[in-house]
Protein backbone atom coordinates (compact mmCIF):
# COMPACT_ATOMS: atom_id res chain seq x y z
CA UNK A 1 0.00 0.00 0.00
CA UNK A 2 1.55 3.57 -0.91
CA UNK A 3 1.17 6.62 1.40
CA UNK A 4 -0.05 9.84 -0.04
CA UNK A 5 2.18 11.95 1.06
CA UNK A 6 1.31 16.08 2.48
CA UNK A 7 3.21 19.29 2.69
CA UNK A 8 2.20 21.65 5.13
CA UNK A 9 1.97 25.39 4.42
CA UNK A 10 3.81 27.15 7.94
CA UNK A 11 1.19 30.18 8.59
CA UNK A 12 0.66 31.08 12.00
CA UNK A 13 -3.22 32.22 12.67
CA UNK A 14 -3.77 34.64 15.31
CA UNK A 15 -6.84 34.01 17.68
CA UNK A 16 -8.76 37.02 15.98
CA UNK A 17 -7.90 35.91 12.43
CA UNK A 18 -8.53 32.34 12.98
CA UNK A 19 -12.80 33.83 14.27
CA UNK A 20 -12.55 36.15 11.56
CA UNK A 21 -12.03 33.17 9.43
CA UNK A 22 -14.37 31.07 10.99
CA UNK A 23 -17.41 33.83 10.45
CA UNK A 24 -16.52 33.78 6.96
CA UNK A 25 -17.38 30.61 6.48
CA UNK A 26 -21.29 31.29 6.34
CA UNK A 27 -21.83 35.19 5.57
CA UNK A 28 -22.45 35.74 2.27
CA UNK A 29 -19.97 39.38 2.22
CA UNK A 30 -16.86 39.59 4.13
CA UNK A 31 -14.38 42.48 3.99
CA UNK A 32 -11.35 42.75 6.06
CA UNK A 33 -9.89 46.01 6.50
CA UNK A 34 -6.49 47.18 8.22
CA UNK A 35 -2.73 47.96 8.30
CA UNK A 36 -0.68 46.42 5.31
CA UNK A 37 0.77 43.32 6.28
CA UNK A 38 -1.73 42.13 9.16
CA UNK A 39 -2.85 38.85 7.34
CA UNK A 40 -6.05 40.00 5.54
CA UNK A 41 -5.35 38.89 2.07
CA UNK A 42 -4.19 35.20 3.22
CA UNK A 43 -7.47 35.24 5.75
CA UNK A 44 -9.84 35.14 2.24
CA UNK A 45 -7.47 32.98 0.50
CA UNK A 46 -7.64 30.45 3.10
CA UNK A 47 -11.79 30.41 3.56
CA UNK A 48 -11.71 30.94 -0.52
CA UNK A 49 -9.79 27.60 -1.00
CA UNK A 50 -11.83 25.58 1.82
CA UNK A 51 -15.26 26.30 -0.06
CA UNK A 52 -13.73 25.65 -3.02
CA UNK A 53 -13.47 22.39 -2.35
CA UNK A 54 -17.09 21.51 -2.49
CA UNK A 55 -18.31 24.62 -4.00
CA UNK A 56 -21.23 24.36 -6.54
CA UNK A 57 -20.34 26.82 -8.64
CA UNK A 58 -17.63 25.63 -11.31
CA UNK A 59 -16.24 29.50 -12.38
CA UNK A 60 -14.96 31.87 -9.70
CA UNK A 61 -13.36 35.78 -9.97
CA UNK A 62 -10.68 36.76 -8.55
CA UNK A 63 -9.56 40.46 -8.60
CA UNK A 64 -7.03 43.19 -8.04
CA UNK A 65 -6.50 46.17 -9.23
CA UNK A 66 -4.52 44.77 -11.62
CA UNK A 67 -4.13 41.53 -13.32
CA UNK A 68 -0.88 40.91 -11.92
CA UNK A 69 -1.69 42.34 -8.71
CA UNK A 70 -4.20 39.84 -8.72
CA UNK A 71 -2.00 36.51 -9.38
CA UNK A 72 0.75 38.08 -6.90
CA UNK A 73 -1.35 38.52 -4.09
CA UNK A 74 -3.85 35.74 -4.68
CA UNK A 75 -2.39 33.60 -6.82
CA UNK A 76 1.27 33.41 -5.03
CA UNK A 77 0.19 35.06 -1.91
CA UNK A 78 3.86 34.99 -0.67
CA UNK A 79 3.84 31.24 -0.36
CA UNK A 80 -0.12 31.22 0.80
CA UNK A 81 -1.58 31.69 -2.16
CA UNK A 82 -4.63 29.16 -4.04
CA UNK A 83 -1.14 27.55 -6.20
CA UNK A 84 0.71 26.90 -2.96
CA UNK A 85 -2.56 25.47 -1.23
CA UNK A 86 -3.79 23.34 -4.54
CA UNK A 87 -0.30 22.45 -5.21
CA UNK A 88 0.07 19.21 -7.34
CA UNK A 89 -3.75 19.85 -8.41
CA UNK A 90 -4.03 22.67 -10.57
CA UNK A 91 -2.61 24.59 -13.30
CA UNK A 92 -2.37 27.77 -14.64
CA UNK A 93 -4.23 28.56 -18.13
CA UNK A 94 -6.24 30.88 -20.01
CA UNK A 95 -10.13 31.69 -19.92
CA UNK A 96 -11.83 33.55 -22.25
CA UNK A 97 -8.43 35.51 -22.91
CA UNK A 98 -7.62 36.13 -18.69
CA UNK A 99 -5.42 34.22 -17.07
CA UNK A 100 -6.81 31.18 -14.97
CA UNK A 101 -6.29 28.66 -12.30
CA UNK A 102 -7.79 25.38 -13.09
CA UNK A 103 -7.85 23.42 -9.94
CA UNK A 104 -9.09 19.86 -9.04
CA UNK A 105 -11.48 19.48 -6.66
CA UNK A 106 -13.73 17.04 -4.37
CA UNK A 107 -16.46 18.11 -6.98
CA UNK A 108 -15.01 18.72 -10.00
CA UNK A 109 -12.54 20.96 -11.88
CA UNK A 110 -13.16 24.70 -10.50
CA UNK A 111 -11.93 27.52 -12.37
CA UNK A 112 -10.61 30.97 -10.98
CA UNK A 113 -10.36 33.37 -13.29
CA UNK A 114 -7.99 36.37 -12.95
CA UNK A 115 -8.85 39.67 -13.91
CA UNK A 116 -7.60 43.88 -12.92
CA UNK A 117 -10.13 45.91 -11.67
CA UNK A 118 -8.23 49.21 -11.27
CA UNK A 119 -9.67 50.83 -14.96
CA UNK A 120 -12.91 52.45 -15.81
CA UNK A 121 -12.95 49.58 -18.74
CA UNK A 122 -12.05 46.57 -16.19
CA UNK A 123 -15.56 45.18 -15.95
CA UNK A 124 -15.56 44.39 -20.00
CA UNK A 125 -12.84 42.04 -19.57
CA UNK A 126 -15.37 39.80 -17.17
CA UNK A 127 -18.33 39.80 -19.39
CA UNK A 128 -20.26 37.06 -19.79
CA UNK A 129 -19.64 34.74 -17.39
CA UNK A 130 -21.43 33.90 -13.99
CA UNK A 131 -19.63 33.91 -11.03
CA UNK A 132 -19.58 32.16 -7.79
CA UNK A 133 -17.45 33.22 -5.25
CA UNK A 134 -15.46 36.21 -5.71
CA UNK A 135 -12.33 37.32 -4.09
CA UNK A 136 -10.72 40.85 -4.38
CA UNK A 137 -7.38 42.66 -3.04
CA UNK A 138 -7.47 45.93 -2.51
CA UNK A 139 -11.20 46.91 -3.59
CA UNK A 140 -10.81 50.37 -2.97
CA UNK A 141 -8.58 50.62 -5.45
CA UNK A 142 -11.28 49.14 -7.58
CA UNK A 143 -13.54 50.95 -10.67
CA UNK A 144 -16.98 51.64 -9.19
CA UNK A 145 -17.96 50.05 -12.53
CA UNK A 146 -15.98 47.17 -11.93
CA UNK A 147 -17.29 46.21 -8.24
CA UNK A 148 -21.27 46.96 -9.91
CA UNK A 149 -20.54 44.58 -12.95
CA UNK A 150 -18.60 42.12 -10.67
CA UNK A 151 -21.46 41.82 -8.07
CA UNK A 152 -24.05 41.33 -10.81
CA UNK A 153 -21.95 38.80 -12.36
CA UNK A 154 -23.03 36.49 -9.07
CA UNK A 155 -26.88 37.07 -9.45
CA UNK A 156 -27.29 33.30 -10.51
CA UNK A 157 -24.61 31.83 -8.30
CA UNK A 158 -25.65 28.29 -6.56
CA UNK A 159 -23.82 29.79 -3.58
CA UNK A 160 -22.60 33.24 -3.64
CA UNK A 161 -19.58 34.69 -1.57
CA UNK A 162 -17.58 37.60 -1.79
CA UNK A 163 -14.14 38.46 0.02
CA UNK A 164 -12.31 42.07 -0.10
CA UNK A 165 -9.69 43.13 1.79
CA UNK A 166 -8.24 46.67 1.50
CA UNK A 167 -6.24 49.54 3.54
CA UNK A 168 -8.25 52.36 5.13
CA UNK A 169 -9.04 55.23 3.48
CA UNK A 170 -10.90 58.77 4.20
CA UNK A 171 -14.15 58.23 6.42
CA UNK A 172 -15.97 60.01 3.26
CA UNK A 173 -14.36 57.53 0.56
CA UNK A 174 -16.86 55.92 -2.08
CA UNK A 175 -15.61 52.30 -0.97
CA UNK A 176 -17.03 53.27 2.43
CA UNK A 177 -20.79 55.28 1.46
CA UNK A 178 -21.62 53.59 -1.00
CA UNK A 179 -21.19 50.17 0.20
CA UNK A 180 -19.35 49.08 3.38
CA UNK A 181 -20.86 51.96 5.65
CA UNK A 182 -24.80 50.87 3.96
CA UNK A 183 -23.79 47.25 4.24
CA UNK A 184 -23.19 47.49 8.18
CA UNK A 185 -26.49 49.47 8.80
CA UNK A 186 -28.10 46.76 7.08
CA UNK A 187 -26.93 43.97 9.13
CA UNK A 188 -27.22 46.01 12.08
CA UNK A 189 -30.95 46.00 10.87
CA UNK A 190 -30.89 42.48 9.90
CA UNK A 191 -32.04 43.07 6.60
CA UNK A 192 -28.47 41.97 4.83
CA UNK A 193 -29.53 38.60 2.89
CA UNK A 194 -26.89 36.31 3.78
CA UNK A 195 -25.24 38.21 6.41
CA UNK A 196 -22.14 40.84 6.28
CA UNK A 197 -19.27 40.44 8.13
CA UNK A 198 -16.34 42.45 8.77
CA UNK A 199 -12.95 43.26 10.96
CA UNK A 200 -10.62 45.81 11.47
CA UNK A 201 -7.08 44.50 11.97
CA UNK A 202 -3.65 45.87 12.79
CA UNK A 203 -0.12 45.02 12.07
CA UNK A 204 0.49 43.25 15.52
CA UNK A 205 -2.89 41.52 14.65
CA UNK A 206 -0.38 38.79 12.26
CA UNK A 207 0.66 36.50 14.45
CA UNK A 208 2.99 35.19 11.43
CA UNK A 209 5.21 38.11 12.29
CA UNK A 210 8.02 37.97 14.30
CA UNK A 211 8.41 41.52 16.56
CA UNK A 212 11.42 42.72 14.65
CA UNK A 213 9.62 42.57 11.15
CA UNK A 214 7.01 44.37 12.84
CA UNK A 215 9.45 47.37 13.95
CA UNK A 216 11.14 47.30 10.39
CA UNK A 217 7.98 47.65 8.75
CA UNK A 218 7.28 50.21 11.10
CA UNK A 219 10.10 52.39 11.00
CA UNK A 220 9.42 52.93 7.16
CA UNK A 221 6.34 55.25 8.71
CA UNK A 222 6.72 58.50 10.09
CA UNK A 223 4.26 58.21 13.06
CA UNK A 224 3.09 62.18 12.24
CA UNK A 225 1.59 60.95 8.93
CA UNK A 226 -1.66 59.59 7.54
CA UNK A 227 0.03 56.55 6.05
CA UNK A 228 1.29 55.45 9.31
CA UNK A 229 -2.51 55.49 10.72
CA UNK A 230 -3.59 53.68 8.35
CA UNK A 231 -1.12 51.52 6.92
CA UNK A 232 0.49 50.54 10.87
CA UNK A 233 -2.62 51.18 13.53
CA UNK A 234 -5.32 50.18 10.48
CA UNK A 235 -7.33 53.43 11.29
CA UNK A 236 -9.90 55.54 8.75
CA UNK A 237 -9.07 59.18 8.45
CA UNK A 238 -8.62 62.02 6.47
CA UNK A 239 -5.30 63.40 5.02
CA UNK A 240 -5.06 67.01 6.78
CA UNK A 241 -2.08 69.27 6.42
CA UNK A 242 1.00 68.83 5.04
CA UNK A 243 1.59 65.67 2.51
CA UNK A 244 5.33 64.75 3.62
CA UNK A 245 5.33 66.08 7.33
CA UNK A 246 8.53 63.49 7.65
CA UNK A 247 10.72 65.89 5.62
CA UNK A 248 13.07 67.21 7.65
CA UNK A 249 15.86 69.86 6.04
CA UNK A 250 18.23 69.05 8.58
CA UNK A 251 18.22 64.85 7.69
CA UNK A 252 16.84 65.08 4.30
CA UNK A 253 19.12 67.88 2.33
CA UNK A 254 22.55 67.04 1.70
CA UNK A 255 25.24 67.89 -0.71
CA UNK A 256 25.99 65.30 -3.23
CA UNK A 257 29.39 64.38 -3.29
CA UNK A 258 29.26 62.26 -6.24
CA UNK A 259 30.28 58.39 -6.79
CA UNK A 260 28.98 56.19 -8.78
CA UNK A 261 25.68 54.66 -9.46
CA UNK A 262 22.82 55.05 -11.70
CA UNK A 263 21.60 58.50 -13.33
CA UNK A 264 17.86 59.36 -14.17
CA UNK A 265 16.19 62.57 -15.61
CA UNK A 266 12.34 63.16 -14.29
CA UNK A 267 10.03 65.88 -15.48
CA UNK A 268 6.63 66.90 -15.21
CA UNK A 269 6.10 68.80 -18.46
CA UNK A 270 4.42 72.15 -18.65
CA UNK A 271 4.60 74.93 -22.16
CA UNK A 272 2.73 77.90 -19.72
CA UNK A 273 2.38 76.02 -16.66
CA UNK A 274 5.83 75.14 -14.42
CA UNK A 275 8.03 72.70 -16.06
CA UNK A 276 10.23 70.69 -13.95
CA UNK A 277 12.72 68.37 -14.30
CA UNK A 278 15.31 66.21 -11.49
CA UNK A 279 18.39 64.66 -12.54
CA UNK A 280 18.76 61.76 -9.67
CA UNK A 281 21.78 59.16 -8.77
CA UNK A 282 21.06 56.07 -7.36
CA UNK A 283 23.73 53.98 -5.66
CA UNK A 284 23.73 51.74 -2.60
CA UNK A 285 19.84 51.65 -1.81
CA UNK A 286 20.25 55.55 -1.68
CA UNK A 287 18.36 58.60 -4.39
CA UNK A 288 19.72 61.87 -4.40
CA UNK A 289 18.56 64.88 -6.10
CA UNK A 290 21.63 66.20 -7.52
CA UNK A 291 20.12 68.92 -9.41
CA UNK A 292 17.03 70.42 -10.71
CA UNK A 293 15.51 72.82 -14.13
CA UNK A 294 12.15 74.66 -13.10
CA UNK A 295 10.74 77.21 -15.28
CA UNK A 296 7.42 79.07 -14.65
CA UNK A 297 6.45 80.69 -18.18
CA UNK A 298 3.41 82.27 -16.07
CA UNK A 299 6.15 84.21 -13.85
CA UNK A 300 8.34 84.11 -17.27
CA UNK A 301 5.71 86.11 -19.02
CA UNK A 302 6.59 83.61 -22.16
CA UNK A 303 6.47 79.99 -23.05
CA UNK A 304 9.24 77.60 -24.12
CA UNK A 305 9.49 75.08 -26.76
CA UNK A 306 9.92 71.81 -26.77
CA UNK A 307 13.05 72.09 -28.57
CA UNK A 308 13.91 74.53 -25.93
CA UNK A 309 12.99 72.25 -22.88
CA UNK A 310 14.87 69.61 -25.08
CA UNK A 311 18.11 72.24 -24.69
CA UNK A 312 17.81 72.14 -20.89
CA UNK A 313 17.13 68.71 -20.11
CA UNK A 314 20.61 68.02 -22.23
CA UNK A 315 21.95 70.84 -19.73
CA UNK A 316 20.35 69.28 -17.00
CA UNK A 317 22.44 65.53 -18.01
CA UNK A 318 25.64 67.08 -19.23
CA UNK A 319 27.97 64.16 -20.04
CA UNK A 320 26.16 61.59 -17.94
CA UNK A 321 24.78 57.97 -19.33
CA UNK A 322 20.82 58.44 -17.97
CA UNK A 323 19.04 55.22 -17.88
CA UNK A 324 16.13 56.47 -18.53
CA UNK A 325 13.83 59.84 -18.59
CA UNK A 326 11.10 59.46 -16.72
CA UNK A 327 8.50 62.39 -17.94
CA UNK A 328 4.71 63.38 -17.62
CA UNK A 329 3.11 60.58 -19.56
CA UNK A 330 0.38 63.69 -20.96
CA UNK A 331 3.60 65.06 -22.41
CA UNK A 332 3.41 63.52 -25.74
CA UNK A 333 4.66 66.11 -28.05
CA UNK A 334 7.73 66.48 -25.82
CA UNK A 335 8.44 62.53 -25.48
CA UNK A 336 8.46 62.80 -29.24
CA UNK A 337 10.40 65.63 -29.42
CA UNK A 338 13.30 63.34 -27.01
CA UNK A 339 12.91 60.27 -28.86
CA UNK A 340 13.68 62.24 -32.21
CA UNK A 341 16.87 63.55 -30.67
CA UNK A 342 18.01 60.15 -29.74
CA UNK A 343 20.11 60.38 -27.34
CA UNK A 344 17.89 59.42 -24.26
CA UNK A 345 15.83 56.37 -23.82
CA UNK A 346 12.08 57.68 -22.68
CA UNK A 347 9.57 55.93 -19.98
CA UNK A 348 6.37 57.40 -19.29
CA UNK A 349 5.98 57.46 -16.05
CA UNK A 350 3.51 55.53 -13.76
CA UNK A 351 0.85 58.61 -12.75
CA UNK A 352 -0.88 56.63 -9.79
CA UNK A 353 -1.04 59.62 -7.18
CA UNK A 354 -1.99 58.29 -3.88
CA UNK A 355 0.53 55.22 -4.09
CA UNK A 356 2.99 57.58 -5.58
CA UNK A 357 2.65 59.71 -2.62
CA UNK A 358 3.11 56.51 -0.22
CA UNK A 359 5.87 55.39 -1.78
CA UNK A 360 7.69 58.89 -1.38
CA UNK A 361 6.12 58.89 2.01
CA UNK A 362 8.04 55.95 2.79
CA UNK A 363 11.85 56.62 1.44
CA UNK A 364 11.50 60.00 3.26
CA UNK A 365 10.94 58.33 6.57
CA UNK A 366 13.17 55.18 5.89
CA UNK A 367 16.21 57.83 5.28
CA UNK A 368 16.64 56.54 1.39
CA UNK A 369 15.77 60.00 -0.13
CA UNK A 370 17.82 62.65 0.18
CA UNK A 371 18.32 66.12 -1.84
CA UNK A 372 21.28 68.68 -2.92
CA UNK A 373 20.32 71.74 -1.14
CA UNK A 374 20.82 73.86 -4.88
CA UNK A 375 17.08 72.14 -5.79
CA UNK A 376 15.56 75.28 -4.07
CA UNK A 377 12.66 74.50 -6.03
CA UNK A 378 11.90 71.29 -5.10
CA UNK A 379 12.53 72.29 -1.36
CA UNK A 380 10.32 74.66 -1.23
CA UNK A 381 7.44 73.07 -3.16
CA UNK A 382 7.86 69.81 -0.23
CA UNK A 383 7.67 72.38 2.47
CA UNK A 384 4.15 73.68 1.38
CA UNK A 385 2.71 70.55 -0.12
CA UNK A 386 -0.81 70.16 1.65
CA UNK A 387 -4.06 67.97 1.24
CA UNK A 388 -7.33 69.67 0.49
CA UNK A 389 -9.39 70.87 3.19
CA UNK A 390 -12.27 68.84 2.31
CA UNK A 391 -11.20 65.93 3.77
CA UNK A 392 -10.48 63.90 0.34
CA UNK A 393 -7.15 62.25 -0.40
CA UNK A 394 -6.31 65.11 -2.52
CA UNK A 395 -3.33 67.33 -2.54
CA UNK A 396 -3.83 70.79 -3.18
CA UNK A 397 -3.08 71.32 -7.11
CA UNK A 398 -0.81 74.62 -6.84
CA UNK A 399 3.27 74.93 -6.32
CA UNK A 400 3.66 70.97 -6.92
CA UNK A 401 5.71 70.23 -10.43
CA UNK A 402 8.30 69.04 -8.37
CA UNK A 403 6.24 66.91 -6.02
CA UNK A 404 5.05 65.25 -9.44
CA UNK A 405 8.09 64.34 -11.43
CA UNK A 406 9.91 63.27 -7.92
CA UNK A 407 6.52 61.11 -7.39
CA UNK A 408 6.81 60.03 -11.04
CA UNK A 409 10.47 58.58 -9.90
CA UNK A 410 10.28 57.45 -6.70
CA UNK A 411 6.99 55.37 -7.89
CA UNK A 412 8.36 54.24 -11.73
CA UNK A 413 11.81 53.67 -10.47
CA UNK A 414 12.69 53.23 -7.19
CA UNK A 415 9.85 50.40 -5.92
CA UNK A 416 11.30 48.33 -9.05
CA UNK A 417 15.02 48.29 -8.22
CA UNK A 418 16.83 45.43 -7.13
CA UNK A 419 17.76 46.95 -4.07
CA UNK A 420 14.10 47.07 -2.94
CA UNK A 421 13.73 43.70 -1.41
CA UNK A 422 10.51 42.10 -1.43
CA UNK A 423 9.61 42.64 1.94
CA UNK A 424 10.68 46.20 2.43
CA UNK A 425 8.89 47.30 -0.88
CA UNK A 426 7.93 51.22 -0.30
CA UNK A 427 4.99 51.20 -2.40
CA UNK A 428 2.67 49.59 0.71
Not at 6 to 35: Q, W
Not at 196 to 214: E, K, M, S, V, W
Not at 334 to 340: A, G, K, S
Amino acid sequence: MTTRRTNSIPFCFGEKHRAYMRGCLDAAVCVAEGAVRSGKTVDHVFVFAKLLEDAPDRLHLATGPTEANARLNIGDCNGFGLEALFRGRCRWGKYQGNDCLRISTATGEKIVLFAGGGKADSYRRIRGNSYGMWIATEINLHHDSMIREALNRQLAARRRRVFWDLNPEAPGAPIYTDYLDRYALLQQKGEFPGGYHYQRFTIRDNAALPPGRIREIEAQYDPSSVWYRRDILGERCAAEGLVYPMFDPERHLRPFSGGGGLWYISVDYGTRNPCSMGLWSVDGGIAHRVAEFYFDGRRERRAMTDEEYYQALERLAGGRIIQYVVADPSAASFLECIRRHGRFRVRGADNAVLPGIRTVAGLLAAGRLFIDPSCRDCVRELQGYRWEEQGEDRPVKENDHAMDEMRYFCYTVLRRLPWDKKEERYDV
